[in-house]
């Protein structure tokens, strides 16, 4: 099982950005399919994005399409989500998951980290 911290979020004015951060502890980090959801206030959790283990199959959901990037380290144990053009919206906790299997990543998550509060204010 991978441990799972992310940083990076905060406090950003509409139209900015920020970039997560998810250090994963364990060997098999390199193996893993890894993705972002997010949880806003009285909202359910939802996907946001997802990357192979390979960084070869890459998923969004739409509402984040064009305006966020996913992307993996596999040398430092990371994956990042790079979030542009942020709207108030996209205000929620964002979490890092992971999985052996995409699929189960792009819908589940699989093992979770403790989360960051990511707020846009308009």
């Known amino acids: 099982q991978v441990q799972l911290v992310e940083s990076g979020g905060g406090l950003v004015q509409a139209g900015g950005s920020l970039r997560l951060s998810c250090a994963a502890s364990?060997?098999?980090?390199?193996?893993?399919?890894m993705g972002w959801f997010r949880q806003a206030p009285g909202k359910e959790r939802e996907f946001v994005a997802a990357i192979s283990w390979s960084g070869g199959r890459i998923s969004y959901a739409d509402s984040v399409k064009g305006r966020f990037t996913i992307s993996r380290d596999n040398a430092k144990n990371t994956v990042y989500l790079q979030m542009n053009s942020l709207k108030p919206e996209d205000t929620a906790v964002y979490y890092c998951?992971?999985?052996?299997?995409?699929?189960?990543?792009?819908?589940?998550?699989?093992?979770w980290g403790q989360g960051t509060q990511v707020t846009v204010s308009s």
């Open positions: 998951a992971a999985d052996p299997t995409f699929w189960v990543v792009k819908t589940t998550g699989g093992s």
């Open positions: 364990g060997r098999t980090f390199s193996s893993y399919a």
